[in-house]
Antibody, heavy 122, light 107 residues
Framework: EVQVVESGGGLVKPGGSLRLSCAASGFIFSNAWMSWVRQAPGKGLEWVGRIKSTNEGGTTDYAAPVKGRFTVSRDDSKNTLYLQMNSLKTDDTAVYYC?????????????WGQGTLVTVSS | DIQMTQSPSSLSASVGDRVTITCRASQSIGSYLNWYQQKPGKAPKLLIYAASSLQSGVPSTFSGSGSGTDFTLTITSLQPEDFATYYCQQSYNTPRTFGQGTKVEIK
């Protein structure tokens, strides 16, 4: 059974940093493209960023609001995805979801974690 | 970035109704369009990928259509468990933008 479980959320002050983790199981993590999606309280879904599989270069892409502040990385030896968040703003307050991306006629987020809440507040 | 616009933003419907949600892209995205369902306090769930392919395990009352810039999610007979918020997402390029969501409520 595929599982992705996020952790690391919490309360952080504006300008601070936080690192989220996503532990994956039930599939060959090293072959997977992975994404982060967030949802501010009472708002819609926002795609944050994506990392390709290591054997496809492990390259990353980001949404404009987080580019230069957030970094997606992976440790295939630990089957874990990370989201390093720096220079946090109050607008970054959201539930952050880790997703497993699959391709069949197009990319889609097939498996989602339960999410971890990040609150940026003084 | 490609903008995705859903309509309506919300709708009220009864069990058994046929419901149609529209998603429009700001440029042509071929068939690179996904639909997700989200219930309160839960993670989104994939319903439709590549515009019209039904994800395994999703009831056949759900269907997707369209290509280019205009897409539709149809629920042919609304069930109690279908009351939720629905999002479209383009996967033509990054950032993989979402529509703003359509909340389906009980009439």
């Amino acid at each position: 059974e595929v599982q992705v479980v996020e952790s690391g959320g919490g309360l952080v002050k504006p300008g601070g940093s936080l690192r989220l983790s996503c532990a994956a199981s039930g599939f060959i993590f090293s072959n997977a493209w992975m994404s982060w999606v967030r949802q501010a309280p009472g708002k819609g879904l926002e795609w944050v960023g994506r990392i390709k599989s290591t054997n496809e270069g492990g390259t990353t892409d980001y949404a404009a609001p987080v580019k230069g502040r957030f970094t997606v990385s992976r440790d295939d030896s630990k089957n874990t995805l990370y989201l390093q968040m720096n220079s946090l703003k109050t607008d970054d307050t959201a539930v952050y979801y880790c997703t497993t991306d699959l391709y069949l006629g197009g990319w889609y987020s097939r498996y989602w974690g339960q999410g971890t809440l990040v609150t940026v507040s003084s | 970035d490609i903008q995705m616009t859903q309509s309506p933003s919300s709708l009220s419907a009864s069990v058994g109704d046929r419901v149609t949600i529209t998603c429009r892209a700001s440029q042509s995205i071929g068939s690179y369009l996904n639909w997700y369902q989200q219930k309160p306090g839960k993670a989104p769930k994939l319903l439709i990928y590549a515009a019209s392919s039904l994800q395994s395990g999703v009831p056949s009352t759900f269907s997707g259509s369209g290509s280019g810039t205009d897409f539709t999610l149809t629920i042919t007979s609304l069930q109690p468990e279908d009351f939720a918020t629905y999002y479209c997402q383009q996967s033509y390029n990054t950032p993989r933008t979402f529509g703003q969501g359509t909340k389906v409520e009980i009439k």
